[in-house]
Each structure stands twice: as C-alpha cells, then as structure tokens.
C-alpha cells in the first residue's frame, strides 16, 4: 500500500523550527520498497521541495551560489565564503556596533565519528583578562557563523572567552543538513568538543558557562544533566525543553511522525508557519534573515522532529535535576517557544541560583531581531549574571 503525505497533512513540529525568509514549495514522489519481497510493486511517498526564494540585493551569480544544494557540508561551506564579507556588512546593531580588536579563530575538530565539527573562537582584544568562557549550542534554524558572530564579539569584549560549534549536519560541519539521526548524538558531540576545547591554555582552570538558545537550549541542559559537574552554570535564551499543552500535538499523530521516521527518516514535511515571522519583531531585521544563507530552512526530516519531540519529553521529566545556577531569557510575546516552558523550568529546576528574565513585548530571537535597545539590553543582562558568578569564583 502506498503511503502518501500530500499538502494537507500537517505534522507537528516542535517549537524552535525556525525557517528564514518565505519558503516555496514543489511536490515530488520519494518511491522506496519497504520490504525486500513487497506485496506491492513499489510505495511512495508525496513529500514537498523548497525553491529557494532569490536574496534580495545581491548580484545573480551569488543567488546562483545560494541556491545550490546543501546537504553536504562542502556546498555550504563554499556559500559560507562567498557571503562572509556581505554578511558583516549588513545594517544591524550585532554588525555595525561590533566591538574592535576581538581575535578570532576557526578550525575543524574530527569527532570520535569521524566528521569534521567546524569550531569557532571569539577572544577579548590583547591585554584584557579573560573571566571565563561561555561555550555556545545554536538553535534548529541557525549556525554559529551569522548573527552569533556579533554577539560573540559584544560578550568577548567584556572579557570572556566565547566558543562555539555547529552542530553535525548544521552550518559548516559534516552531516546531512538538518538531519538529527540521533539528538543524544548532538549531546554527546558538544560533550566531546567542549571537552577538549576547555583543555585550551588561555581559558584552562577558568568557570566554563554553557549557553543554549532555542534547540540549542535543550542541547545544553541535556549536556549539563549528562555532566553536571562539568559547567559552572548554564545561560537559556528562549529555550526549547517542554511543549506547552496548547502546542502539544494529539498522542495518534505522535505515533504517525514516530512510525514514519522508522521508514523514511531523512524526508522532510512542509512547516505549518513561516516561523522567522513569528521570531523577529523588527521587519528590517527580519529582512536580513535570508542571508543566513547556510541555515537549515527547509521542511523538517521526519527522523529529526521525533528526536526533537523525545528529547523535550525527556527534559520535562527531568528538569528537577538541574541545580546549577541557571539564568533563563524569554520574550513574553514568543510565540515560537512558550515564555510558559521557560517559567516551569525555573519553577522546577533544584538550582539555589536561578534567574529568570521576561522581556515584556519581545519575541522569540532576543538577541537578533528585537529593537536595538532591548538587543543591548539581553546582552547586557548576560554579561551581568556571568560578571557576579565569575566574582564568586
């Protein structure tokens, strides 16, 4: 019998899937035996393929880059080169207000899979000591090559250590673009790399901060309940970590996106919204989502949204284990990620040193599509909280 998902099914996909700009869509048949000796000639598959829609304001030979296919890491790797230099020139307060002298490095790391996991460093300017560091986890819809980059810079001149990798099959590193075959597998990844990068002689015996936004937040708390003793404390910018009941989906469908993502795991299914409308407030700023040229902004692989699903199961259950000192920032108007989940997490949590900040008005990318003066303001509220926790050290 065939299997057929068509334009009227829409599957639930966890809060956090952020896509960027419009998205267009063609139909095709993915056709795949599903037994060795099938009943049936063949099944199928309906699934929908993204046109990517043409970067406004630059010239016909880079859209012609931009829309070559990414799901292995040296395409994206080749239109990461060819944005870079338009990327940082472009008119937002993370770009324009950078601060100068930040050093900065990148380098590949094979994991113990052998994939190459790109790397990245943000250190203050010469002569400035350094406080600690504060390793990165990013979210569904984005690398730590774009927006990341400015306030990497804004928190590297307060004098930490920023470090950041993208996740396998995300940004610059190894993997089938937006594939998340296993989310343990990224857990452990950030584990590892982590690992070794605190093993660095400028930030070696220093307080290590791990910092998650959106999927990247339920990355991170997942590393720091695998290895509390690990982290002196943990930062959460809109994070995703439980589905609030009113975006739960109903338990059949649940089980139809978890028997599909045994059988088809890498098709991918059409988003219900265009969530980078939802995720940035500011339309100029929303405008420049586009040239995060390299982001994953396609439909959802059905192996992906199960683990993502599982994977906030799994936090929900286990949110009384954190007893780290925690300091969460949510938007109240975030309509992507609850600000709700984030206030059960620090109602839950065990940590003695908890924070949470809601931003009245504010949606779900606080620190890349707010006005400028709340940008400054999240950035400054982070520096703050780690200033106090490094004092104590």
């Known amino acids: 019998m065939d299997l057929v998902l068509d334009s009227t099914f829409r599957p639930f996909l966890p809060p956090g899937f952020l896509t960027s700009g419009r998205n267009h869509y063609r139909p095709f048949i993915l056709q795949r ?116 980059e400015g306030i990497a810079k804004h928190i590297a001149a307060s004098g930490y ?55 990247g937040g339920a990355i991170a708390l997942k590393a720091l309940l695998k290895e509390p003793r690990q982290w002196d404390g943990i930062v959460l910018v809109a994070p995703m970590c439980k589905i609030a009941e009113d975006m739960a989906p109903p338990v059949p469908l649940q089980e139809v996106l978890i028997f599909l993502s045994k059988i088809i795991p890498q098709a991918k299914l059409v988003p219900q919204k265009d969530f980078a409308e939802l995720a940035f407030r500011e339309l100029k700023k929303r405008e ?43 938007g109240a108007a975030d309509r992507v990620t609850d600000p709700r989940v984030s206030q059960f997490l620090y109602d839950n949590a065990s940590s003695e040193d908890k924070t949470l900040k809601l931003y009245e008005g504010s949606y779900h990318s606080l620190l890349e599509g707010e006005p400028d003066d709340r940008i400054l303001t999240v950035l400054g509220d982070i520096i703050t909280w780690l200033d106090v926790r490094c004092s104590l050290k």
């Not at 000796?37 to 699934?47: A, G, L, T």
């Not at 030979?61 to 944005?83: K, M, T």
């Not at 307060?93 to 950078?98: D, H, R, T, V």
């Not at 599982?310 to 300091?327: C, D, W």
Request: hydrophobic share 35%; proline share 7%; charged share 20%.
């Open 33 to 148: 035996n599903l037994d060795p000796k099938p009943k049936y000639p063949r099944q199928s598959v309906i699934v929908m393929v993204q046109k990517k829609p043409k970067i406004e304001g630059v010239s016909d030979e880079l859209n012609l880059i931009a829309s070559q296919n990414l799901d292995h890491a040296p395409a994206r790797r080749r239109v990461r080169s060819a944005f870079t230099n338009i990327q940082q020139q472009l008119d937002h307060i993370l770009f324009k207000m950078a601060p100068a002298g930040i050093r900065t490095d990148e380098w590949y790391e094979k994991n113990s899979k052998g994939q190459e996991i790109f790397c990245k460093s943000w250190l203050p300017k010469p002569g400035v000591r350094i406080k600690g560091a504060l390793c990165f986890c990013h979210g569904y819809g984005d690398t730590c090559t774009f927006f990341f």
């Open 161 to 215: 250590g920023i470090y950041a990798i993208d996740h396998p099959g995300f940004g610059l590193s190894e993997g089938l673009h937006g594939y998340v075959p296993s989310f343990d597998g990224i857990v452990d990844n950030v584990i590892e790399q982590y690992t070794i990068i605190k093993g660095r002689p400028e930030i070696r015996g220093l307080p290590y901060f791990i910092f998650g936004q959106s999927m």
């Open 288 to 330: 420049m989502t586009p040239y995060n040229v390299i982001c994953y902004s396609d439909q959802t692989r059905l192996k992906t949204a199960a683990e993502l699903l599982n994977a906030t199961k799994y936090i929900e259950s286990h949110v009384q284990e954190v007893a780290s000192p925690m300091l969460i920032l949510h």
